[in-house]
């Protein structure tokens, strides 16, 4: 069974600010995407230092095995940032960041500029972990601003449950463009990610691939901290009069 693909366009909520912690965080992916480029066949020695690497956290498998030395606490951490800013192919960078650019700059509005920072960069963290608890004996690299993104899918759903986003729906060969409520949307792009997260346990190997549960960890991240900030008053989603509605 192949489930329908959803691919946002642009959603119906009017930005209240710039976002400019979003534009700099796609800037630097940018930037960073194209060292990597740079770097040819030299970019696995990249990914194997400063990517994000499960075992070398909980040191699960012989010194021997791993890539590099165990980097502590600090240096875990720090990878962790650093696999946010690094992806692994032009079509990997170009959705996530298409991602952030639709669904990012109402987040940021709600939450303001540096409290979006700290969001990002915690949802990202939770995420690493998040893939590390169902492989944590894994050496292979993770790299990617999926999780971090997937947190703002997660916040995005609470604070602007009412929103519709304009997607391009890929049926097999058959596409379509259509309006979809972000309940339907962010439901289904969840669901699809909890589905291919359980039968990735069944097939865990250490090849590589999507990490599914980073999705996962990252979107019920920004899940608690949307509803938490909301009933404490701390961040202010956009009111209904920043809504535009869109007309075919």
């Known amino acids: 069974y192949n489930p329908p693909m959803l691919f946002p366009i642009r959603d119906s909520i009017r930005s209240r600010i710039f976002p400019i912690v979003n534009t700099a965080i796609n800037v630097v992916c940018g930037l960073v995407?194209?060292?990597?480029?740079?770097?040819?066949q030299e970019v696995e020695r990249?990914?194997?230092s400063a990517a994000y690497i499960p075992a070398r956290m909980y040191d699960s498998v012989p010194p021997a095995a791993m890539p590099v030395p165990d980097y502590g606490l600090i240096g875990n951490l720090a990878t962790m940032v650093a696999s946010m800013f690094m992806h692994g192919g032009w079509l990997h960078i170009i959705g996530k960041m298409w991602f952030l650019y639709v669904f990012g700059d109402n987040v940021e509005?709600?939450?303001?500029?540096f409290r979006s920072?700290?969001?990002?960069?915690?949802?990202?963290i939770v995420a690493s972990l998040s893939h590390a608890a169902v492989e944590a004996s894994s050496v292979v690299p993770t790299v990617g601003a999926s999780g971090a993104i997937a947190a703002?899918?997660?916040?995005?759903?609470?604070?602007?449950?009412?929103?519709?986003v304009r997607s391009l729906v890929f049926l097999g060969f058959f596409i379509t463009m259509t309006e979809i409520p972000s309940v339907v949307f962010l439901g289904f792009w969840f669901l699809l990610q909890f589905f291919q997260g359980t039968l990735s346990v069944a097939a865990s190997g250490q090849a590589g691939g999507v990490a599914w549960f980073a999705h996962i960890g990252g979107f019920l991240f920004g899940l608690v901290v949307a509803w938490i900030t909301r009933k404490t008053g701390r961040a202010e989603p956009a009111s209904p009069q920043y809504r535009v509605w869109y007309h075919n």
């Open 152 to 164: 703002v899918l997660g916040a995005y759903l609470v604070w602007f449950p009412h929103a519709r």
């Open 46 to 48: 990249l990914f194997q």
């Open 33 to 40: 995407f194209a060292y990597q480029f740079t770097l040819g």
């Open 109 to 113: 509005g709600a939450l303001g500029h």
């Open 117 to 124: 920072i700290l969001f990002y960069l915690g949802g990202g």
